[in-house]
Protein backbone atom coordinates (compact mmCIF):
# COMPACT_ATOMS: atom_id res chain seq x y z
CA UNK A 1 0.00 0.00 0.00
CA UNK A 2 1.24 3.43 -0.84
CA UNK A 3 2.45 5.98 2.25
CA UNK A 4 1.08 9.51 2.16
CA UNK A 5 3.65 11.88 2.57
CA UNK A 6 3.09 15.48 2.03
CA UNK A 7 5.52 17.58 0.23
CA UNK A 8 7.10 20.68 0.57
CA UNK A 9 9.05 21.21 -2.61
CA UNK A 10 10.41 24.40 -0.98
CA UNK A 11 11.94 27.63 -3.03
CA UNK A 12 15.29 27.97 -5.12
CA UNK A 13 16.84 24.70 -5.34
CA UNK A 14 13.56 22.66 -3.79
CA UNK A 15 12.18 21.73 -6.66
CA UNK A 16 14.55 20.20 -8.68
CA UNK A 17 16.06 18.44 -5.29
CA UNK A 18 12.85 17.25 -4.39
CA UNK A 19 12.25 15.84 -7.85
CA UNK A 20 15.39 14.23 -7.48
CA UNK A 21 14.94 12.08 -4.34
CA UNK A 22 11.19 11.42 -5.26
CA UNK A 23 12.71 9.66 -8.61
CA UNK A 24 15.40 7.56 -5.98
CA UNK A 25 12.72 6.47 -3.92
CA UNK A 26 10.84 5.08 -6.58
CA UNK A 27 13.36 3.24 -7.84
CA UNK A 28 13.88 1.80 -4.52
CA UNK A 29 10.19 0.33 -4.84
CA UNK A 30 8.72 2.77 -2.23
CA UNK A 31 5.58 3.81 -3.42
CA UNK A 32 4.35 7.36 -1.85
CA UNK A 33 0.91 9.30 -2.52
CA UNK A 34 2.94 12.52 -2.81
CA UNK A 35 0.51 15.48 -1.20
CA UNK A 36 2.09 18.68 -2.41
CA UNK A 37 1.16 21.53 0.29
CA UNK A 38 2.47 25.06 -0.35
CA UNK A 39 5.18 26.69 2.32
CA UNK A 40 7.47 29.35 1.92
CA UNK A 41 8.10 32.14 -0.94
CA UNK A 42 5.86 30.34 -3.41
CA UNK A 43 2.94 29.97 -0.47
CA UNK A 44 3.36 33.99 -0.61
CA UNK A 45 2.61 34.30 -3.91
CA UNK A 46 -0.35 31.77 -3.99
CA UNK A 47 -1.74 32.01 -0.93
CA UNK A 48 -0.35 34.94 0.79
CA UNK A 49 0.86 34.20 3.71
CA UNK A 50 4.30 31.53 4.02
CA UNK A 51 2.33 28.83 6.35
CA UNK A 52 -1.00 28.30 4.83
CA UNK A 53 -3.79 26.80 7.42
CA UNK A 54 -4.16 24.04 5.19
CA UNK A 55 -0.66 23.07 4.72
CA UNK A 56 -0.91 22.38 8.42
CA UNK A 57 -4.52 20.40 8.47
CA UNK A 58 -2.68 18.39 5.72
CA UNK A 59 0.54 17.56 7.42
CA UNK A 60 -1.39 16.75 10.58
CA UNK A 61 -3.78 14.21 8.44
CA UNK A 62 -0.21 12.58 6.18
CA UNK A 63 1.82 12.84 10.10
CA UNK A 64 4.80 12.47 7.55
CA UNK A 65 6.37 15.21 5.03
CA UNK A 66 9.62 15.25 3.39
CA UNK A 67 10.50 19.07 2.97
CA UNK A 68 12.54 21.05 0.79
CA UNK A 69 14.41 24.43 1.49
CA UNK A 70 12.53 27.47 2.16
CA UNK A 71 13.91 30.93 1.54
CA UNK A 72 12.64 33.26 4.36
CA UNK A 73 9.76 35.85 3.38
CA UNK A 74 10.87 39.32 3.61
CA UNK A 75 9.29 42.14 5.52
CA UNK A 76 7.33 42.42 8.76
CA UNK A 77 4.40 40.37 10.35
CA UNK A 78 6.22 36.93 8.39
CA UNK A 79 7.56 34.48 10.96
CA UNK A 80 10.21 31.80 10.36
CA UNK A 81 8.08 29.05 8.29
CA UNK A 82 10.23 26.51 10.32
CA UNK A 83 9.97 27.71 13.68
CA UNK A 84 5.93 27.90 12.90
CA UNK A 85 6.12 24.24 11.79
CA UNK A 86 7.81 23.40 14.76
CA UNK A 87 5.30 24.97 16.81
CA UNK A 88 1.96 24.57 15.13
CA UNK A 89 3.03 20.64 15.24
CA UNK A 90 4.79 20.68 18.13
CA UNK A 91 7.71 19.23 16.82
CA UNK A 92 9.97 19.11 19.83
CA UNK A 93 13.12 17.14 19.25
CA UNK A 94 15.39 18.00 16.23
CA UNK A 95 17.64 14.89 15.13
CA UNK A 96 20.54 15.17 13.46
CA UNK A 97 23.12 12.28 13.10
CA UNK A 98 26.56 13.50 11.51
CA UNK A 99 28.03 10.77 10.28
CA UNK A 100 31.13 10.03 8.31
CA UNK A 101 30.48 10.12 4.24
CA UNK A 102 33.48 7.86 2.50
CA UNK A 103 34.62 9.60 0.04
CA UNK A 104 34.21 12.97 1.69
CA UNK A 105 37.52 14.36 2.90
CA UNK A 106 37.29 15.68 6.38
CA UNK A 107 39.42 16.37 9.26
CA UNK A 108 38.12 13.56 11.21
CA UNK A 109 37.07 9.76 9.63
CA UNK A 110 34.88 7.57 11.54
CA UNK A 111 32.40 10.54 13.46
CA UNK A 112 29.02 8.53 13.78
CA UNK A 113 27.44 10.81 16.29
CA UNK A 114 23.58 12.24 17.08
CA UNK A 115 22.70 15.51 17.80
CA UNK A 116 18.92 15.70 20.17
CA UNK A 117 17.94 19.55 19.96
CA UNK A 118 14.83 20.42 21.82
CA UNK A 119 12.98 22.44 19.56
CA UNK A 120 10.50 24.39 21.28
CA UNK A 121 11.90 26.97 23.75
CA UNK A 122 14.91 27.77 25.33
CA UNK A 123 15.60 31.59 23.30
CA UNK A 124 13.41 30.52 19.97
CA UNK A 125 10.42 30.92 23.07
CA UNK A 126 10.12 34.13 20.90
CA UNK A 127 9.62 36.39 24.45
CA UNK A 128 11.31 39.55 23.55
CA UNK A 129 10.16 42.72 24.99
CA UNK A 130 12.21 46.53 25.47
CA UNK A 131 12.67 47.17 29.08
CA UNK A 132 13.34 51.01 28.26
CA UNK A 133 14.63 52.58 24.70
CA UNK A 134 18.39 50.69 24.43
CA UNK A 135 17.49 47.78 26.56
CA UNK A 136 15.83 44.63 25.39
CA UNK A 137 15.01 41.39 27.09
CA UNK A 138 14.73 38.09 25.48
CA UNK A 139 13.27 35.25 27.52
CA UNK A 140 15.09 31.79 27.81
CA UNK A 141 12.35 29.19 28.88
CA UNK A 142 13.37 26.13 30.38
CA UNK A 143 9.99 23.81 31.23
CA UNK A 144 10.59 20.26 33.10
CA UNK A 145 7.97 18.60 30.78
CA UNK A 146 10.06 19.98 27.66
CA UNK A 147 13.26 18.59 29.29
CA UNK A 148 11.49 15.24 30.30
CA UNK A 149 10.06 14.56 26.87
CA UNK A 150 13.22 15.73 25.01
CA UNK A 151 15.34 13.56 27.29
CA UNK A 152 12.88 10.17 27.21
CA UNK A 153 13.72 10.96 23.29
CA UNK A 154 17.39 10.94 23.47
CA UNK A 155 17.17 8.04 25.43
CA UNK A 156 15.30 5.99 23.27
CA UNK A 157 17.16 7.31 20.01
CA UNK A 158 20.27 5.61 22.24
CA UNK A 159 18.66 2.33 22.51
CA UNK A 160 16.99 2.47 19.10
CA UNK A 161 20.71 3.06 17.08
CA UNK A 162 22.60 0.88 19.40
CA UNK A 163 24.17 3.92 21.13
CA UNK A 164 25.79 2.93 24.48
CA UNK A 165 25.87 6.69 26.11
CA UNK A 166 23.66 9.63 25.86
CA UNK A 167 25.70 13.47 27.25
CA UNK A 168 24.02 16.17 28.15
CA UNK A 169 25.24 19.24 26.98
CA UNK A 170 24.39 22.50 29.32
CA UNK A 171 25.84 25.39 31.17
CA UNK A 172 24.32 24.79 34.35
CA UNK A 173 27.83 26.15 36.16
CA UNK A 174 26.32 29.64 35.60
CA UNK A 175 22.54 28.92 34.45
CA UNK A 176 21.94 27.32 37.69
CA UNK A 177 18.04 27.68 37.53
CA UNK A 178 17.15 27.03 33.59
CA UNK A 179 20.07 24.61 33.42
CA UNK A 180 20.29 23.13 36.61
CA UNK A 181 16.53 22.25 36.20
CA UNK A 182 17.04 20.61 32.20
CA UNK A 183 20.34 18.82 34.02
CA UNK A 184 18.14 18.08 36.72
CA UNK A 185 15.57 16.11 34.62
CA UNK A 186 18.00 14.45 32.62
CA UNK A 187 19.26 12.99 35.31
CA UNK A 188 16.00 11.77 36.75
CA UNK A 189 14.82 10.26 33.47
CA UNK A 190 18.45 8.37 32.69
CA UNK A 191 17.31 6.41 35.84
CA UNK A 192 14.56 4.39 33.61
CA UNK A 193 17.55 3.51 31.13
CA UNK A 194 20.35 1.65 33.10
CA UNK A 195 21.38 0.13 30.38
CA UNK A 196 22.57 3.58 28.73
CA UNK A 197 25.23 5.37 30.79
CA UNK A 198 24.56 9.34 31.00
CA UNK A 199 27.49 11.95 31.01
CA UNK A 200 27.18 15.59 30.77
CA UNK A 201 29.51 18.12 30.02
CA UNK A 202 29.59 22.22 29.57
CA UNK A 203 28.09 23.39 26.47
CA UNK A 204 32.23 25.30 25.96
CA UNK A 205 33.79 22.65 27.08
CA UNK A 206 31.99 20.22 24.79
CA UNK A 207 32.27 22.38 21.75
CA UNK A 208 36.26 22.06 22.17
CA UNK A 209 35.73 18.21 22.74
CA UNK A 210 34.04 18.00 19.46
CA UNK A 211 36.47 19.29 17.50
CA UNK A 212 39.72 17.77 19.26
CA UNK A 213 37.49 14.08 18.76
CA UNK A 214 33.78 14.16 18.23
CA UNK A 215 34.48 9.99 18.02
CA UNK A 216 33.85 10.43 21.66
CA UNK A 217 30.71 11.37 21.84
CA UNK A 218 27.30 9.15 20.79
CA UNK A 219 24.17 10.68 21.52
CA UNK A 220 24.56 14.44 22.95
CA UNK A 221 21.29 16.43 24.18
CA UNK A 222 20.67 20.22 24.78
CA UNK A 223 18.02 22.92 24.68
CA UNK A 224 17.15 24.76 21.68
CA UNK A 225 19.90 27.69 21.03
CA UNK A 226 23.08 24.88 22.09
CA UNK A 227 21.48 22.53 20.04
CA UNK A 228 21.18 25.10 16.64
CA UNK A 229 25.10 25.55 16.71
CA UNK A 230 26.10 22.31 17.79
CA UNK A 231 24.17 20.05 15.52
CA UNK A 232 25.64 22.43 12.91
CA UNK A 233 29.02 22.42 14.18
CA UNK A 234 28.55 18.39 13.95
CA UNK A 235 27.56 19.15 10.77
CA UNK A 236 30.91 20.58 9.77
CA UNK A 237 32.72 17.44 11.44
CA UNK A 238 31.20 15.06 8.11
CA UNK A 239 31.05 17.78 5.24
CA UNK A 240 28.99 20.38 5.81
CA UNK A 241 25.47 21.11 5.19
CA UNK A 242 24.89 20.14 2.15
CA UNK A 243 25.40 16.07 3.21
CA UNK A 244 23.57 16.17 6.67
CA UNK A 245 19.70 15.17 6.85
CA UNK A 246 17.72 16.29 9.43
CA UNK A 247 14.40 14.76 11.21
CA UNK A 248 11.52 17.14 13.93
CA UNK A 249 9.85 14.85 15.43
CA UNK A 250 6.36 15.45 17.41
CA UNK A 251 4.15 13.11 19.57
CA UNK A 252 2.61 11.93 16.22
CA UNK A 253 4.04 14.02 13.42
CA UNK A 254 7.39 14.09 11.62
CA UNK A 255 8.88 16.17 9.21
CA UNK A 256 12.38 15.63 7.47
CA UNK A 257 14.55 18.17 5.22
CA UNK A 258 17.61 19.07 4.31
CA UNK A 259 19.46 21.66 6.84
CA UNK A 260 21.01 23.85 3.92
CA UNK A 261 19.01 26.65 2.53
CA UNK A 262 17.62 27.56 -1.12
CA UNK A 263 20.98 28.30 -3.04
CA UNK A 264 19.78 30.93 -4.81
CA UNK A 265 23.09 31.11 -6.90
CA UNK A 266 22.19 27.78 -8.43
CA UNK A 267 18.89 27.16 -8.06
CA UNK A 268 17.18 26.52 -11.75
CA UNK A 269 20.82 25.47 -13.39
CA UNK A 270 20.11 21.34 -12.53
CA UNK A 271 23.76 22.06 -10.29
CA UNK A 272 22.46 21.16 -6.97
CA UNK A 273 23.40 18.08 -4.74
CA UNK A 274 20.03 16.19 -3.43
CA UNK A 275 22.18 14.45 -0.88
CA UNK A 276 21.53 15.91 2.45
CA UNK A 277 17.43 15.70 1.00
CA UNK A 278 17.94 12.08 0.08
CA UNK A 279 19.77 11.63 3.37
CA UNK A 280 16.69 12.62 5.10
CA UNK A 281 14.31 10.81 2.91
CA UNK A 282 16.10 7.73 4.05
CA UNK A 283 14.62 8.71 7.78
CA UNK A 284 11.80 9.08 6.80
CA UNK A 285 11.34 5.62 4.88
CA UNK A 286 12.88 4.18 8.71
CA UNK A 287 10.36 6.24 10.19
CA UNK A 288 7.32 4.76 7.76
CA UNK A 289 8.87 1.20 8.57
CA UNK A 290 10.77 0.38 5.04
CA UNK A 291 13.84 -0.31 6.20
CA UNK A 292 15.30 -2.51 3.46
CA UNK A 293 14.52 -0.06 1.20
CA UNK A 294 16.02 2.92 3.03
CA UNK A 295 19.08 0.60 3.72
CA UNK A 296 19.47 -0.05 0.26
CA UNK A 297 19.08 3.72 -0.68
CA UNK A 298 21.63 4.80 1.74
CA UNK A 299 24.24 2.30 0.54
CA UNK A 300 23.26 3.30 -2.97
CA UNK A 301 23.84 7.12 -1.94
CA UNK A 302 27.42 6.50 -0.53
CA UNK A 303 28.93 3.81 -2.63
CA UNK A 304 27.70 6.42 -5.64
CA UNK A 305 29.60 9.19 -3.24
CA UNK A 306 32.75 6.82 -3.10
CA UNK A 307 33.66 7.52 -6.90
CA UNK A 308 34.85 10.88 -7.67
CA UNK A 309 33.92 10.88 -11.29
CA UNK A 310 29.98 10.49 -10.23
CA UNK A 311 29.64 13.44 -7.64
CA UNK A 312 28.23 16.96 -8.32
CA UNK A 313 29.92 19.92 -8.91
CA UNK A 314 29.72 20.61 -4.91
CA UNK A 315 32.16 17.72 -4.33
CA UNK A 316 34.32 18.21 -6.97
CA UNK A 317 32.49 15.63 -9.40
CA UNK A 318 30.91 16.96 -12.80
CA UNK A 319 27.41 15.59 -13.16
CA UNK A 320 24.38 17.43 -12.98
CA UNK A 321 21.73 16.73 -10.01
CA UNK A 322 19.71 14.90 -12.60
CA UNK A 323 22.54 12.79 -13.79
CA UNK A 324 23.39 12.44 -10.24
CA UNK A 325 19.74 10.85 -9.36
CA UNK A 326 19.62 9.09 -12.46
CA UNK A 327 22.82 6.83 -11.04
CA UNK A 328 22.06 6.36 -7.79
CA UNK A 329 18.35 5.58 -8.93
CA UNK A 330 20.42 3.34 -10.69
CA UNK A 331 22.51 1.93 -7.99
CA UNK A 332 19.62 1.19 -5.75
CA UNK A 333 16.38 -0.25 -8.12
CA UNK A 334 15.14 -3.43 -6.67
CA UNK A 335 17.00 -6.24 -7.66
CA UNK A 336 20.60 -4.71 -8.33
P1 LIG B 1 22.40 28.30 1.29
O1 LIG B 1 22.54 27.04 2.09
O2 LIG B 1 21.21 28.40 0.43
O3 LIG B 1 23.70 28.51 0.37
C1 LIG B 1 25.03 28.60 0.87
C2 LIG B 1 26.00 28.07 -0.20
O4 LIG B 1 25.91 26.63 -0.23
C3 LIG B 1 25.68 28.56 -1.61
O5 LIG B 1 26.88 28.76 -2.33
C4 LIG B 1 24.92 27.40 -2.24
O6 LIG B 1 25.07 27.30 -3.64
C5 LIG B 1 25.54 26.19 -1.54
N1 LIG B 1 24.58 25.08 -1.40
C6 LIG B 1 23.57 24.98 -0.51
N2 LIG B 1 22.88 23.85 -0.70
C7 LIG B 1 23.49 23.21 -1.73
C8 LIG B 1 23.22 21.98 -2.39
N3 LIG B 1 22.22 21.16 -2.03
N4 LIG B 1 24.03 21.62 -3.43
C9 LIG B 1 25.05 22.40 -3.80
N5 LIG B 1 25.35 23.58 -3.21
C10 LIG B 1 24.57 23.99 -2.17
O7 LIG B 1 22.42 29.51 2.36
P2 LIG B 1 22.04 31.06 2.16
O8 LIG B 1 22.54 31.53 0.82
O9 LIG B 1 22.51 31.71 3.40
O10 LIG B 1 20.45 31.12 2.19
C11 LIG B 1 19.63 31.23 1.02
C12 LIG B 1 18.16 31.20 1.44
O11 LIG B 1 17.85 29.95 2.08
C13 LIG B 1 17.75 32.30 2.44
O12 LIG B 1 16.47 32.78 2.09
C14 LIG B 1 17.67 31.56 3.78
O13 LIG B 1 16.77 32.15 4.65
C15 LIG B 1 17.18 30.19 3.31
N6 LIG B 1 17.50 29.08 4.25
C16 LIG B 1 16.54 28.14 4.43
C17 LIG B 1 16.79 27.05 5.25
C18 LIG B 1 15.72 26.00 5.44
O14 LIG B 1 14.65 26.12 4.88
N7 LIG B 1 15.96 24.94 6.19
C19 LIG B 1 18.05 26.90 5.87
C20 LIG B 1 19.05 27.87 5.62
C21 LIG B 1 18.75 28.97 4.80
Known sequence: MAHNVCLIEGDGIGPEITAAVKRIIEAAGVSIDW????????AVEKAGTPLPPETILAIKETKVALKGPLATAIGKGFRSVNVGLRQELQLYANFRP?????GVKTRFEEVDLIVIREN?????????????????ESLRVISEKASRRIAIFAFETARKYNRKTVTCVHKANILKLSDGLFLDTVNEVAKDYPDIELNDCIIDAA???????PTQFEVLVMENLFGDIVSDLASGLVGGLGVTPSGNYGADVAIF???????PDIAGKDLANPTALLLSATM??????EMDAADRMEGALLSVLQNPETRTGDLGGKLSTSQFADTVAEACAVGS
Open 257 to 263: EAVHGTA
Open 35 to 42: RPVLAGVS
Open 120 to 136: TEGLYSGLEHTVVPGVV
Open 284 to 289: MLKHLG
Open 98 to 102: ARTIP
Open 207 to 213: AMKLVMD
